[in-house]
C-alpha cells in the first residue's frame, strides 16, 4: 500500500483564514467534486489601480443566523465560467489570495459568488486541495488547527 507522507490530512470542515483579505477565521466546507474554490461575497464592484483591474467586495464570513461582513479589496485575476451545483452557469470574478490552514498557507484562486443560502461561506475546492498537498480523511471534520494568521501578513 502506499503512503502519503508528504501530504497533510484535513476533513470535510476546515478552519480557514485568509489574511490578506483581513479574516482571521472562517469555516469552509471541503468539496473535492469542486474544480475552484468560492468565497461569498456581495455588493463587488470593479475599479482600477496602479493600471490594473481590482474587486471590492463584502466577504461574509458568519453564519445564516449571525450574519458578519468584511469589506475587502483584492486584485482581480480572471473570470470563470462556472456551472454551480444546481447545473446553472455563472460566469464569476476570480481572485488569488493567501489561505491559511492549519500552519500552512499558500495562494488560492477564489470565485466570488452569492452563497447566502448554502450553510457554508467558503467552498475548499480540488484545485486548493492539489496545491496545499492535502488529502481527505471523509469522516473527520477539523483534523487541523485554528489558523493562526498573525504570522502570516495582513490585509
Known sequence: MKTFDHLSVIGLREWIGLPELGISQVMAKVDS????????????????????????????????????????????VDFKRIKSSNGHIQERRVIRTPLVLGDRCWLVEFTLTCRKDMRYRVLLGCTAMLDGQLVINPGTRFVQDKPQTSQFPQG
Open 33 to 76: 467534486g469542486a474544480k475552484t474554490s468560492a468565497l461569498h461575497a456581495s455588493d463587488i464592484e470593479t475599479f482600477e489601480r496602479d493600471g490594473k483591474t481590482w474587486v471590492r467586495f463584502t466577504a461574509h464570513t458568519g453564519t445564516r443566523a449571525k450574519l458578519r461582513g468584511k469589506r475587502c479589496e483584492a486584485e482581480l
